[in-house]
């Protein structure tokens, strides 16, 4: 989600497609549309298909890196969320993971 200095969301936007059990991230397209789109705010949402609301090595690694260029580039990262089908989530300021 791109949002404005009020934290009032501009858009949504999908980064990728993933496979059965992994997707691809690109780091550089993400923040290029962040850029473009002005945005001084963003939280990002993944899906676990499986139903497992526990963040992944991966899931923490790639926060990890959205949250090193956000804070060179003065863009604050708000959360991460991972939702599941039932309509539960993760929230990774909630747990104290960001």
């Not at 690109?26 to 676990?48: E, G, P, Q």
């Amino acid at each position: 989600m791109l949002l404005n200095n009020s934290n009032i969301v501009k858009g949504i936007c999908q980064i990728s497609t993933g496979g059965i059990n992994a997707t691809l991230v690109d780091i550089r397209i993400m923040f290029a549309l962040i850029l473009k789109s002005l945005s001084t705010a963003i939280i990002v949402c993944h899906n676990h298909p499986s139903g497992k609301l526990q963040a992944s090595q991966v899931d923490k690694k790639l926060t990890s890196k959205i949250q090193k260029a956000c804070d060179f580039l003065d863009i604050k990262l708000l959360d991460h969320l991972i939702i599941n089908s039932e309509g539960n989530y993760l929230s990774f300021a909630d747990e104290g993971i960001l």
